[in-house]
């Protein structure tokens, strides 16, 4: 770690670069703060500071007329700065090559990635629009922060253009071995572009590990340690390589847990699915990567073999709308509604519904209700970065009790071994852990849950934002 004083990381500016800016437009309460895991997770190096936020709004450039207005040029100490895409860009760079390619590919190219020459094309010159921007806006010395998949290439781009700033990036979702991601026809061009950082972040060490042996292989460096010596023209520059597995705001769901309310709407919400004796929940975005069909199945299989009763058991799956205009979304949702509707109607009878679907966005006094209601959390991705929703079912935990079935394949089961591990391709192994979760003795749930909620708040999201922010300050300070 480096040894650069508290002051110090406060005096330099920070420019935070992400797909879209923390605010989001509502027809009825105009520009509010966006709801989600980055804008929170940066509150923590974001408070106190001045700082720049470089991003999409969501409005078009070639949109004929703005329904929209633009967006504020910031809040308190944050500014923020629009990049304007137009539709085609939206189309080619996000849903085409972020969620077509890449997506699928490092998530273990669960679903075939679709690699089209012009979609890539579209994510350089879009990538280009951020870096410059960027270089823009960023004063002189600045700390850069890039985040996710969607901007790979930055870092080079804005080191070519600016190269007194200290740029970190860091990886949202899993980076995959090299057998993976060796298809990708611009595997050389990707890895060019993250080298651009001074400091690369993953989720998981596996993660670091990959990405290392790629640079080897492809670039022909030569890693020692965590660590990637570049040569240049300007002469050498250290790379590093390392794993900052992200937390939450675990204070944050606790408090709103215990409040009154939540504690309250948690009650109604058993009794109006009829107090049922064990009440399963499952949260997530709708993606292919969650697993929520393969949890689904292994669900009915338990209540149709009545190893769980129909009767005294409930499942509630809430699926959150997600990238509606990428095709394979499009799919697994039409697949996950026909296994629940044919679940419940071999299942179900009058005034008996096992499995209640949600495909809404909740406020989040009600994921925070529902968490406390539920005795069984199902987290079963085939492959996920980290996980947040597990984190989150923990937090709110506050009576110490209820159990977690969670992947294996997600970089949350790194940390959190107290819960039910399973491996979301084995179906038979993961309805054993079902059950024994929803089974198990109050006194071994409360073992593990304590372990759990140690983990979790021990290692949250300031942590999480800080570790990395000084680390990257720390960088050049050599
Ligand atoms: C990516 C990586 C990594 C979900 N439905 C509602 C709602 N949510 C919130 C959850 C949670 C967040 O969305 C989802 O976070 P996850 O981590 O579970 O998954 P991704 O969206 O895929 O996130 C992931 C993360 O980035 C952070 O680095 O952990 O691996 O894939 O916070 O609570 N929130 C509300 N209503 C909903 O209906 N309010």
Redesign the pocket.
């Known amino acids: 770690m480096g040894s650069v004083a508290a002051e110090d990381i406060e005096q330099r500016e920070l420019v935070v670069v992400a797909n879209r800016l923390p605010i989001e437009f509502d027809e009825d309460s105009g520009w509010r703060p966006a709801?989600?895991?980055l804008v929170s997770a940066m509150e923590a190096v974001l408070r106190d500071r001045d700082a720049t936020w470089i991003g999409w709004s969501g409005r078009f450039e070639d949109a004929r007329r703005q329904d929209v207005p633009p967006p504020p040029a910031g809040t308190g100490n944050l500014q923020l700065d629009e990049v304007l895409l137009t539709k085609a860009e939206v189309e080619g760079y996000y849903e085409g090559f972020s969620n077509g390619a890449i997506w699928p590919l490092y998530h273990d190219a669960i679903v075939p990635p679709i690699y089209h020459r012009t979609q890539f094309e579209t994510y350089r010159r879009v990538n280009e629009k951020f870096a410059r921007r960027t270089a823009q806006a960023a004063p002189p010395g600045a700390v850069v922060w890039i985040h996710d998949y969607q901007l790979q290439l930055v870092p080079r781009m804005l080191r070519m253009l600016r190269p007194d700033l200290r740029i970190g990036f860091f990886l949202?979702?899993p980076f995959p071995p090299a057998e993976i991601f060796s298809q990708l026809p611009w595997r050389r061009q990707i890895l060019e572009g993250l080298m651009g950082s001074d400091l690369i972040g993953f989720?998981t060490k596996d993660g670091a590990v990959n990405f290392l042996r790629l640079v080897r292989r492809f670039l022909a460096l030569r890693p020692g340690g965590d660590r990637v010596v570049v040569d240049e023209l300007s002469g050498t520059r250290t790379v590093h390589v390392e794993a900052f597995p992200?937390g939450i705001r675990a204070t944050d769901f606790a408090e709103l847990a215990a409040s009154p309310e939540v504690q309250a709407r948690a009650k109604q919400i058993r009794s109006d699915l009829g107090d049922p004796k064990v009440l399963m929940l499952g949260?997530?975005?709708l993606?292919y990567t969650k697993g929520i069909d393969v949890r689904i199945r292994a669900v009915t299989e338990l209540l149709q073999d009545e190893d769980l009763d129909p009767e005294e058991t409930v499942f509630v799956q809430?699926a959150?709308p997600s990238r509606e205009n990428v095709e394979e979304y499009q799919r697994i949702r039409e697949d996950i509604e026909l296994l629940v509707s044919r679940a419940n109607g071999d299942i179900g009878k009058l005034g008996v519904t096992p499995i209640h679907y949600l495909h809404?966005?909740?406020?989040?006094d009600e994921?925070v209700a529902m968490y406390v209601a539920a005795d069984v959390m199902l987290v079963t991705p085939f492959r996920?970065?980290?996980?947040?929703?597990a984190m989150?079912y923990v937090a709110c935990r506050i009576n110490e009790d209820g159990a977690l079935v969670l992947s294996e394949f997600t970089?949350a089961a790194n940390s959190m071994h107290e819960a039910w591990l399973v491996n979301p391709y084995d179906i038979d192994g993961m309805k054993r852990s079902i059950l024994d979760a929803s089974r198990t003795s109050p006194e071994e749930a409360h073992q593990r849950m304590l372990a759990l909620r140690h983990g979790v708040f021990e290692h949250d999201v300031e942590r999480w934002a800080l570790d990395f922010e000084r680390q990257l300050e720390g960088r050049n300070a050599r």
């Not at 809404?360 to 989040?364: A, E, F, I, K, S």
């Not at 996920?384 to 929703?389: A, E, H, T």
């Open positions: 709801p989600g895991g949202h979702i989720q992200i949260v997530d975005r993606d809430v959150t809404q966005n909740m406020p989040r994921l996920d970065g980290m996980n947040l929703v989150e970089g």
